[in-house]
C-alpha cells in the first residue's frame, strides 16, 4: 500500500531526476566557451606572457588589431563592431590584466605590477603569441592609456594608434 508520504517521496524523486535530465540537455547546447554567444567565428585564447595569463578573443583577417578596452569593461565592449571589423581586419581582444578573465597577479609595494608599462608588455607578448611583429592598436579609456604606452615602450611595434576616451595626462595632474 502506498502512503501519501510514500507517493510524495516518489513524486519528489522522480521531478529530481527529470530536472537534472533536462540541465544536462540545456548544457549540453550552450558552447563550452562563454564568449562564442558573443563572439560566434572567434577564438578564445589564454596567453601567458611575462607578468600574466592574458584572457583573448580574436579572429578575422586582413592586417592586424588590438582592440584595448576601458575601465571596468572587458573585451566584450567591443562584441558589436567586431564582426565589421573582422572583414578587414585580424582582431584581437584581450581582457586586460586585472580585468575580466584575465589573471589577476598579486600587487606590489610600488604598484608596479598593475602600470601602464607592464599592461603595454602583456599586450606586446599576446601580439607575438599570434605571430604580429607590427599592429595598429585602438584603446579606450584605460585601454587608451596602455596603448599610448604601449607607443612610447615600443614604438617599432605600433604601426597606428588611436585613443578614444581620454583626457591628456598633463591636463589632469
Sequence with gaps: MITRRGLMKQTTAVAAVTAVGRLADIEAQQPSDPSALMFPGFKASRIQTTGAIINVVSGGQGPPLLLLHGYPQTHVLWHK?????????????????????????????????????????????????????????????????????????????????????????????
Design 81 to 173: 563592431i567586431a564582426p565589421r571589423l573582422a572583414a578587414e581586419f585580424s582582431l584581437v581582444m584581450p581582457d586586460l590584466r586585472g580585468y575580466g578573465d584575465s589573471s589577476k597577479p598579486a600587487d606590489g609595494t610600488d604598484h608596479s605590477t598593475y602600470s601602464k608599462r607592464a599592461m603595454a608588455l602583456d599586450q606586446v607578448e599576446v601580439m607575438s603569441h599570434f605571430g604580429f611583429q607590427d599592429f595598429a592598436v585602438v584603446g579606450h579609456d584605460r585601454g587608451g592609456r596602455v596603448a599610448h604606452r604601449m607607443a612610447l615602450d615600443h614604438p617599432e611595434r605600433v604601426t597606428k594608434l588611436a585613443v578614444l576616451d581620454i583626457v591628456p595626462t598633463y591636463k589632469v595632474c
